[in-house]
Nanobody, 122 residues
Framework: QVQLVESGGGLVQPGGSLRLSCAAS????????IGWFRQAPGKEREGVSC????????YFADSGKGRFTISRDNAKNTVYLQMNSLKPEDTAVYYC???????????????WGQGTQVTVSS
């Protein structure tokens, strides 16, 4: 069955870095886009980044531009979100999700992981 498992979250000081992983099983990344989203307490889930399946195009929300990069390893069926220069406002639960292509709307993603907590604090 389709599964997405996030890992790599944790506590980091402002200015630090984390690399999140999204391990996919039950399908091939060759055919699906993977999006990263985050949800902070009391806020709506928001898009962070996405990588397409077709040509590897990448997309970033303004909040992560210049600080975050997204990549995929099709041999490992895993997508990575490298987050640098982290800020306290990046604190949230981060989720990865699957769609046929990259969409802004969370509703277009049919499968979601369980999330990984990222806390940026001194």
């Amino acid at each position: 069955q389709v599964q997405l498992v996030e890992s790599g979250g944790g506590l980091v000081q402002p200015g630090g870095s984390l690399r999140l992983s999204c391990a996919a099983s039950g399908f091939s990344l060759d055919y699906y886009a993977i999006g990263w989203f985050r949800q902070a307490p009391g806020k709506e889930r928001e898009g962070v980044s996405c990588i397409s399946s077709s040509d590897g195009s990448t997309y970033f929300a303004d909040s992560g531009k210049g600080r975050f990069t997204i990549s995929r390893d099709n041999a490992k069926n895993t997508v990575y979100l490298q987050m640098n220069s982290l800020k306290p406002e990046d604190t949230a639960v981060y989720y990865c999700a699957r769609a046929r292509t990259c969409y802004y709307s969370t509703g277009r993603y049919g499968y979601w992981g369980q999330g990984t907590q990222v806390t940026v604090s001194s």
